[in-house]
């Protein structure tokens, strides 16, 4: 299950990849966690980046951990949930990326991390829903979560799911407003366009507060302990 990812291309790729004008407000993210502020476009503005938080705000999560119901959102339970089914209606989204992390499960106690990325750390778009609501302050915070689907055959041995990565011919259609709920679920397949590559990477990456470049670097597998591991 997809938990961290990152976003770390130029701001000019960012801009051809989407279409979108990026400011200074945009920074390079190698491990975006929950409670992240973290950049998004929706179709209120599609033309920039808009930056929300992924799951909840971090003031709200100070006694306990971000349940992944807030996190995540797979594909499958969307037509079963109002509040999915609503958002999905009105409130969709894309969460700029170029990878995504997740854990290979090696034993009961073990499990190694991998980075998952396309060609030339190609930019990619995931589906997302973004909620917002009024803080105890009056402040209107906004969320998302990113929208998960059943593994690839590159995933499928580390983990059984995936974010949706949409193909870059439906990116304008999953924000289009015409668009019906059943024609939006029908962009959210696991993706083929392009072939992922993959590799392990630093356990560091478990660690929200760590987010230096040397993430994206391929190591020799290891598990969460720093512990080298023979199963990558």
């Not at 990326?97 to 009961?108: C, E, P, R, T, V």
């Amino acid at each position: 299950m997809p938990q961290n990812y990152s976003i770390s291309a130029p701001s000019h790729l960012v801009e051809e990849a989407f279409n979108v004008d990026v400011t200074d407000c945009y920074h390079h993210r190698y491990n975006a966690c929950p409670t992240q502020l973290l950049p998004v476009i929706t179709s209120d503005n599609p033309d920039g980046l808009s930056f929300f938080y992924w799951g909840m705000n971090p003031g709200f999560t100070k006694s306990k951990s971000v349940s992944k119901k807030l996190m995540l959102a797979p594909v499958e339970e969307i037509p079963h949930k109002t509040s999915l089914r609503k958002h999905l209606r009105t409130n969709r989204c894309v969460i700029i990326a170029d990878g995504f992390y997740d854990w290979k499960i090696l034993s009961k106690k073990g499990k190694t991390p991998y980075r998952f990325f396309l060609p030339g750390n190609e930019p990619f778009a995931i589906a997302g829903l973004w909620d917002a609501f009024d803080s105890e302050n009056g402040e209107i915070i906004h969320t998302f979560k990113m929208i998960t689907t059943l593994a690839n055959n590159a995933v499928a041995d580390v983990s059984d799911r995936m974010p949706a990565i949409l193909e870059k011919d439906f990116l304008i259609e999953w924000l289009n407003d015409s668009n019906t709920e059943e024609s939006l679920i029908a962009l959210l397949k696991p993706y083929k366009e392009k072939a992922l590559d993959r590799y392990t990477v630093n356990p560091k990456i478990s660690n929200p507060d760590y987010d230096e470049a040397s993430l994206l670097n391929r190591v020799p597998p290891a598990d969460q302990f720093g512990n080298l591991t023979l199963f990558g």
